[in-house]
């Protein structure tokens, strides 16, 4: 019984498009996301209310930034490395992007590779945004172990408003916290396909249901997600 | 819009083959696809990165930096997340919510203008 809600679509009849669709599902019994397996709307659903947590997050910062009567530091100048002799403003940052927009792409891929059922293809490219996430990971401790070597604290910093260090660690530590994460569910999800354990449908150790290609689809999600928020970081707390 | 054709076929393809283990999985687009969505968020990234790097200031910066998050999160939700293939249903219950955060800054805003202005007559300007 507990299968027949895993499945992906009725193919009994055309649904209907667009606004009249969306009412029809809704209004229908039962399920309002038909083609969508409870895993994945429920992933999706998690990262709404992770979206707000934080989209709180980044109101806090901007209503700190906007209140504070003392001049908020420069990000460009704070977040610059000293390189090729001479300060290159965010590069480090700027870096930082790009491996986390990589490790996306791969993950995209692997998705793809999955449900095609090439097993080795997807589990070398989760592994692949795996390595990339743990190296997003790194860099953000060493960007860490600078701005508190040079005296940022939540509560002080050199250069500005004291708001800049609490928002700072809040914001980039929580995200960090979701790269973490995600890098040790990829190792999982990675070791289960290297196994065969959706080519074979074996149980999972913690749900005891089948597993399938499409927790690689769910693992995705949640790993875009992660590059999503950073999108709006990069954007709000280093670029503005 | 050959993704769509190509996923609706992967739907009902499956009902031929009824017997095969394999029920019909959904989300099969070409590779290219996703490098291509690849690039195009790289050279995003840097276009953003160089709104920082020429120190571009004012109005002009503020809607180069939200413009090209705009494009980045649109890029990486509709194709990577695969939200562009997803029934309505599911894009508006997800996409909408989000947008009260809208409202939610528009309060905001008005609160520490208040409160920065209440800072400037209570301690003195600076």
Redo the contacts between chains.
């Keep these: 019984m507990a299968e027949t809600t895993l499945g992906h679509t009725d193919h009994t009849a055309p649904r209907p498009q667009g606004l009249r669709g969306i009412v029809a599902d809704v209004s229908s019994d039962q399920r309002a996301f038909k083609n969508v397996s409870w895993g994945k709307a429920m992933m999706w659903i998690f990262l709404l209310s992770d979206t707000f947590v934080f989209g709180c997050f980044l109101l806090s910062y901007m209503t700190a930034r906007m209140s504070t009567t003392v001049p908020w530091p420069n990000p460009s100048e704070v977040f610059a490395l000293h390189l090729f002799g001479r300060d290159i403003p965010l590069i480090l940052i700027a870096i930082m992007t790009f491996v986390l927009i990589s490790s996306s792409g791969t993950m995209a891929m692997a998705v793809n590779f999955g449900y095609r059922r090439d097993r080795k293809k997807t589990a070398i490219l989760m592994l692949l945004t795996a390595a990339l996430g743990a190296t997003f990971v790194g860099m953000q401790a060493f960007e860490w172990t600078k701005l508190i070597t040079e005296g940022v604290r939540p509560w002080e910093n050199p250069w500005g408003a004291a708001q800049f260090g609490s928002s700072f660690f809040m914001i980039t530590g929580f995200h960090g916290t979701h790269v973490t994460i995600g890098v040790i569910f990829l190792l999982i999800i990675a070791r289960k396909v290297w196994r065969g354990d959706y080519d074979t449908g074996a149980r999972g150790f913690f749900t005891s249901r089948r597993g399938q290609y499409e927790s690689v689809e769910i693992m995705g999600l949640y790993w875009h997600f992660v590059d999503l928020v950073w999108v709006f970081i990069f954007a709000f707390f280093y670029l503005w | 819009m050959a993704q769509v054709e190509a996923q609706d076929h992967g739907?009902?393809g499956?009902?031929a083959p009824a017997h095969s283990v394999?029920?019909?999985?959904?989300?099969?687009?070409p590779?290219k696809l996703?490098?291509v969505?690849?690039g195009w968020?790289?050279i995003l990234?840097a276009c953003?990165?160089a709104?920082?790097?020429f120190?571009l200031q004012g109005y002009l910066?503020?809607g180069l930096?939200?413009t090209?998050?705009v494009l980045?999160?649109g890029l990486?939700?509709a194709?990577?997340?695969?939200m562009a293939w997803?029934?309505?249903?599911?894009a508006?219950?997800?996409i909408i919510?989000?947008l009260a955060?809208l409202v939610?800054?528009a309060i905001?805003?008005l609160?520490?203008?208040y409160?920065?202005i209440t800072?400037?007559l209570a301690?003195g300007?600076?």
Excluded: N
């Excluded at chain 2, 394999?22 to 687009?29: P, T, V």
């Excluded at chain 2, 194709?79 to 695969?82: D, E, L, S, W």
């Excluded at chain 2, 997803?86 to 599911?90: K, N, S």
């Design positions: 739907l009902h499956h009902v394999s029920h019909a999985e959904g989300q099969q687009h590779i996703y490098l969505v690849w968020l790289f990234s953003s990165y709104v920082d790097y120190a910066r503020w930096i939200l090209l998050m980045k999160a990486i939700v194709v990577f997340m695969h997803e029934r309505l249903a599911l508006y219950a997800i919510p989000p955060i939610f800054v905001m805003v609160e520490s203008r409160t920065e800072r400037v301690f300007a600076g």
